[in-house]
């Protein structure tokens, strides 16, 4: 079976993962409160989606 | 290859899925509302909406095989007397399901499956702005006829 002939250096590895990046989740305001929200997700705080109250939050 | 192959497997048997569907569509049929997974809500749809048009036909026979996928009689009855006459002839459609997140512990996508006619907070809002645009429109023509009034008055006096 063909192998690596040559170890990994460190350098190159780490190297390798400067292009792994988490990227920011995609967030929107609130039609109803103006709070923070995930888009295409009921908002946390107040319940709404789609300019509608889908449900009253518990807090 | 899995092309065109329907349906989640959400790691179980299938007995294991069977028994999974048959636990959350008779929660979701007592509860009207229930919280899962995003996955579980998805699958969900496809099982309780048939069944909820199946039990719309009323005879005995689709009472007996409603029975057969839900095994419980309290669920059956809530469906039968409860959900059915509150449906009414909705044509399909009959659930939704909103996002709500990840869970803490494990990151899972969560999600709101309820049916549609039992949500009293948003349809409670929505036949409010349907009242208010019918007023809307109410006092629009009244504010038209009141116009055509007074072009009429003006045409007489001069
Ligand atoms: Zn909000």
Redesign the interface.
Known sequence: MPNPKRKMSKTRRDKRRTHYKATAPSMGTCSNCGELK?T???C?SC?Y?NG?????PKN | MRHRVRGRKLKRTASHRAALLKNLSAALIKAK?IKTTLAKAKELRTFVEPLITKARVGDLHSHKQIMDLIKDKDTVKELMSNVIPTVGDRPGGYT?V????RRLGDAAEMA?I?LVDF?E??NA??AANKEKKSAKAESKKKKNEVEDANVVEETTSK
């Open positions: 995930l295409h997700h009921a946390s319940g989606y509608r109250s889908m449900f009253i | 509302r939704r909103v996002k709500l997140g709101m309820e949500n907070v948003a809002k929505a």
